[in-house]
């Protein structure tokens, strides 16, 4: 069974940082395309970023420069290092896998991210 579970989101003030966490089970992190989206309310989801399994990273622009997503192999974590913070930044963080060869994607159940002075 494949458990995605989110940690590390919480209340930041704008121009703070936060590192989120997703902690893997029943998939190999490294196998996989590991990524983080995120959905405000009212709004669709959106991704932020992803790294393939080659380690090759991906950012949506607004994100580029200020949030970092690595992986751990020993810990079977993929992280996002958030930085420089804005208010349009709150939002749930969901993490994902995608299996490369079939396309299955599994996601967690989401951390909330609150950024606000």
């Known amino acids: 069974q494949v458990q995605l579970v989110e940690s590390g989101g919480g209340l930041a003030q704008p121009g703070g940082s936060l590192r989120l966490s997703c902690a893997a089970s029943?998939?190999?992190?490294?196998?996989?395309?590991m990524g983080w989206y995120r959905q405000a309310p009212g709004k669709q989801r959106e991704l932020v970023a992803t790294?393939?399994?080659?380690?090759?990273?991906n950012y949506a622009d607004s994100m580029k420069g200020r949030f970092t997503i690595s992986g751990d192999d020993a810990e079977n974590t993929v992280y996002l290092q958030m930085n420089s913070l804005k208010p349009e930044d709150t939002a749930v963080y969901y993490c994902?896998?995608?299996?490369?060869?079939?396309?299955?994607?599994?996601r967690g159940q989401g951390t909330q991210v609150t950024v606000s002075s």
């Open positions: 994902n896998a995608r299996r490369p060869f079939d396309g299955v994607e599994y």
């Open positions: 790294i393939s399994s080659s380690g090759r990273t």
């Open positions: 029943g998939i190999i992190v490294r196998a996989n395309t």
